[in-house]
């Protein structure tokens, strides 16, 4: 299993070398200037260190627990879970932040607010206060990862924004593939509260050389007066667009069932299979279905599109759950081979589906850009959590609830966009 997870690891690496050598010898609709290796591996960097706090952390969720007397197991969910919820707040004030007082600063700023989370989780003796460390630490991180795409943006148009953006998905992918790895190597020579220190040393590595290398993009000229009225006007605007609100939707009900995963992962592997030795590759090989479907994605959309794309990943995430819950009602664990065969067809799915819905749900909000993608980004965040910790809250001796959650806002997703197909139609008969 180990020499498969390599030669796919080996694969996607060459596969993103390729695609950015294409990106080297593309030009941009409106900007003629070549991107830098160091300009894409900074950015992916910016954005990983989401990641990075994420996955390193979940080999050490049950010795958390265990160090800050947690009697029911299930609680450590929150430990991912909340982290998302700071996100989720984080970036809608960090996005329209940056259009008025510039790219960097918010970076920083950002930083600060993760630093100081880090240092509440690494002090702590309650898990009241970790979680509160890790809402903060989401709020922190947005801002990383949101500035990251709005300075590929300010760089980079049309396709040649696109190309480059797909390079970095890429890259960060490949993050979750060596995260949990790391995380338990750390534990193998030290405890749980290493991880952290060393996040936050790999994070002061990333924002200094952020602050030596990278250039403001957002040219003072640009830059919007701040005012309270950006958010409500920009709310305003998104309700008036039905297809924001049903694709948002959907993002919210995948983004919510593969939190499920994220926060169950190593209890599913470690207490139902007896893996806890393996879950770092285990967890590789779900992260590498994700990064081979944003590969692919970037090469067919302009072919068949990305409302086709989204509709048959999200009929087949529906579909192959359904599949599981029918063949395993009975709540007796499939062979670990069965499972992650299963894994692997739903994640390479979420990697169809994410990208062209979020496309989908900016497509009318072109003029309303920075607020648009902030409202997107947070309600699909906020609306995840809750899914994310009333169905991980069930799963606890089988993987079953796990995919009666997939199936139900598989589901869900499908009927978003079937009524959608059936406005268009009504609205091309009527016209």
Not at 179 to 203: E, H, K, V
Not at 242 to 250: D, G, H, M, R
Not at 277 to 286: D, G, L, Q, V
Request: net charge positive.
């Amino acid at each position: 299993m180990i020499n498969e997870l390599s030669l796919e690891m080996s694969t996607a690496i060459i596969d993103s070398a390729k695609l950015f050598y294409v990106c080297l010898v593309s030009h941009g609709m409106k900007s003629q200037k070549l991107v830098s290796n160091e300009f894409i591996i900074l950015m992916a960097s910016l954005m990983s260190l989401v990641a990075l706090s994420i996955d390193t952390l979940l080999p050490a969720l049950p010795l958390i627990g265990d160090s800050l007397n947690v009697v029911d197991p299930t609680r450590n969910q929150l430990l991912i879970t909340m982290i998302f919820l700071g996100l989720g707040f984080g970036q809608l004030v960090f996005g329209p932040l940056s259009d008025s007082f510039g790219r960097k600063s918010i970076v920083y700023f950002g930083f600060i607010v993760f630093a100081i989370a880090s240092i509440i989780c690494v002090t702590t003796k309650s898990f009241e206060m970790m979680i509160v460390g890790r809402i903060l630490q989401g709020i922190g991180l947005s801002s990383p990862r949101t500035i990251a795409i709005a300075m590929v943006r300010d760089t980079f148009s049309g396709d040649y924004m696109a190309k480059v953006l797909s390079i970095i998905v890429v890259f960060f992918i490949l993050v979750p593939v060596v995260a949990p790895t790391l995380g338990q190597f750390i534990l193998n020579f030290s405890d749980w509260r290493m991880i952290f220190s060393i996040n936050l040393l790999l994070g002061v590595g990333i924002v200094v050389w952020f602050w030596l290398r990278q250039p403001e993009t957002l040219e003072k000229s640009k830059r919007i007066k701040f005012s309270l009225s950006l958010f409500n006007d920009g709310l305003k605007e998104f309700m008036r667009f039905k297809q924001s609100i049903a694709y948002t939707l959907v993002s919210g009900f995948i983004t919510g069932s593969f939190m499920v995963y994220l926060s169950t992962s190593q209890q599913i592997f470690q207490d139902q299979y007896d893996l806890g030795e393996m879950f770092p590759y285990i967890f590789a090989s779900t992260a590498i279905a994700i990064g081979a479907a944003t590969f692919l994605n970037s090469r067919l959309v302009m072919r068949f599109g990305s409302r086709r794309l989204a509709f048959i990943a999200v009929s087949s995430y529906f579909l192959v759950s359904l599949l599981y819950v029918l063949l395993f009602s009975n709540g007796v664990n499939p062979s670990v081979y069965v499972l992650i065969g299963f894994f692997l067809v739903q994640f390479f799915s979420i990697g169809l589906i994410f990208g062209n819905v979020r496309s989908l749900a900016m497509e009318p909000l072109g003029h309303i850009a920075g607020i648009g993608a902030a409202i997107n980004g947070f309600v699909s965040t906020v609306m995840a959590v809750p899914i994310a910790y009333f169905i991980g809250g069930y799963v606890k001796v089988s993987v079953l609830p796990l995919f009666v959650g997939f199936t139900i806002f598989g589901f869900l997703s499908v009927l978003v966009f079937v009524y959608l197909q059936r406005s268009h139609v009504k609205a091309a008969v009527t016209a």
